[in-house]
């Protein structure tokens, strides 16, 4: 009989390191899938970042990214204090676990109040950075980010092209008499800008707030879709 409590303790002592070993893994992967969104938010479509007063978009990104990695470093360690059944190791691993949840759901959260807050700072930001900032000195990053919005959106002007007729940039002579940047063309050629007709710029098509907004509530979404996933998979491991 004592025997085969041993025999039975041993094979679910075995069961349960391969079933955490099992779940060591997914979560490995699971961290490098977190982290591979946090860099994805940050490095393509780090341009429209810079048109944001609000850095929320920015931090959420950045903490999903700081989480994922701390989340491959745990899932290797995990493994390491299964098989060599280190008390001392499991603890560091628990403690991670814990940090990496609370990461994740603090990403989650950030991405779901600056889901309720976004539409006012367009409102509010986008239409003042694109007259005021454009093509000025040291604003080289707002004006690359207004172009590929323009560009990329198919559309002119925060709310309209007309919003164009306020800007600063228009009054100068680096404008050279342009309506609108070049950016707003279907076409783009050398001072396509001179001409506002329709049938030359994105006039109809309207403003880049409405398109911007539903780009930006998207990755919301996923930023905060994946940070409380993760963190729901993390509990139920």
Not at 127 to 143: A, F, P
């Amino acid at each position: 009989m004592g025997e085969y409590d041993e025999k039975k303790e041993t094979c679910g002592t075995i069961c349960l390191k391969y079933l955490l070993f099992s779940f060591n893994f997914f979560f490995w992967l699971a961290g490098g899938a977190v982290m591979a969104v946090g860099v994805w938010t940050l490095v393509e479509k780090s341009d429209y970042i810079s048109l944001l007063s609000s850095g929320i978009y920015a931090a959420s990104a950045y903490i999903l990214v700081i989480a994922g990695a701390i989340v491959m470093v745990t899932g290797i360690l995990g493994c390491c204090a299964t098989f060599k059944e280190q008390r001392q190791l499991l603890r560091v691993y628990f403690v991670l676990l814990l940090c990496i949840f609370l990461l994740e759901v603090l990403a989650g959260i950030l991405a779901y109040i600056y889901y309720q807050q976004l539409n006012d700072e367009l409102k509010q930001n986008l239409r003042e950075t694109m007259t005021s900032k454009y093509k000025r000195v040291g604003e080289e990053r707002v004006t690359e980010a207004v172009n590929k919005l323009q560009q990329e959106f198919k559309c002119c002007g925060s709310n309209s092209s007309q919003d164009w007729k306020d800007s600063e940039w228009v009054r100068t002579p680096e404008a050279e008499g342009r309506n609108v940047p070049d950016s707003c063309c279907k076409t783009i050629t050398p001072q396509c800008g001179l001409r506002d007709h329709p049938s030359n710029i994105y006039k109809v098509e309207g403003g880049c707030i409405t398109k911007l907004e539903n780009f930006i509530l998207e990755h919301l979404r996923i930023i905060g879709a994946v940070g409380i996933g993760i963190a729901c998979v993390q509990v139920r491991g």
